[in-house]
């Protein structure tokens, strides 16, 4: 396995690296719950991995796991609560699960993307020109949002797991620690997953969005979504690639 990781790169590695493929892949973490089966930090976790095997196949740098990003909030009673807590209709879930030690992952949108810009402008410098960032659904819209500023500014390209994928079904991490996201850990990160942590009655199974994650979830599931989004996410970046060497 070659390396790919920027904390294993001394700077004359990493700047030869940018040089042969001059793309940066930044996994958009947190550390949210991810219901009682799936590990704290559950979605950076799913696009790091993606975008190892990816730098990989054609190339680039995968860089550390960010692990704040921005999400809904809800102020009561001195408490602030996050993400999943807060229910479609704007007030509060009866559960408070995530007002746990060492859930708490909030950032400021604004701050966020503030952050974001920051990591830009040194990517830029080193002379990377394509940046894929994907991970935690809100960190990935407040990410996209900057494609236009990201491109006049500092002459990157912005893209995600997503900007190339059609199949909404492969979609990679479309859910929140249902079918799509727990098959996704199963087929990268198995020893990660314990279904054990289900209660019997699975009244604990909550902070779940989409498909069933114990019985519609498979190893067979999530390598079928990795080998699409690394299909698809492969093609597309070698294009844009070819295009901003032909500019």
């Not at 830009?120 to 949002?145: C, D, M, N, T, Y």
């Not at 990157?156 to 079904?169: G, K, N, P």
């Amino acid at each position: 396995m070659r390396k790919v990781l920027y904390e294993e790169l001394l700077p004359e590695e990493l700047v030869q690296r940018i040089q042969e493929m001059p793309v940066a892949y930044l996994p958009l973490g947190t550390l949210e719950w991810h219901g009682p089966h799936m590990p704290l930090g559950a979605d950076g976790i799913q696009s790091k991995e993606l975008f190892v095997r990816v730098a990989e196949k054609i190339g680039g740098v995968v860089l550390p796991m960010l692990f704040m990003g921005p999400d809904r909030v809800f102020h009561d009673g001195g408490k602030s609560f996050y993400g999943m807590d807060i229910n479609t209709e704007g007030a509060l879930n009866t559960y408070c699960v995530q007002q746990m030690k060492g859930s708490a992952y909030w950032m400021e949108k604004e701050l966020f993307q503030n952050y974001l810009r920051s990591i830009f402008a040194q990517l830029s410098r080193v002379g990377v020109r394509i940046v894929v960032g994907h991970g935690h659904g809100p960190s990935i819209k407040a990410f996209q949002e900057l494609k236009e500023e990201a491109e006049e500014k500092f002459g990157l390209s912005i893209l995600t797991a997503w900007t190339f994928a059609e199949d909404e079904r492969l979609r990679y991490q479309n859910d929140h620690a249902g079918a799509n996201e727990t098959s996704i850990v199963m087929a990268v990160r198995p020893e990660l997953i314990d279904f054990g942590q289900v209660k019997e009655d699975e009244s604990n199974l909550i902070g779940v969005a989409g498909g069933h994650p114990i019985r519609e979830s498979s190893e067979a599931f999530g390598n079928e979504i990795l080998e699409y989004t690394m299909k698809t996410l492969i093609s597309g970046i070698e294009t844009e690639y070819k295009k901003i060497k032909e500019r």
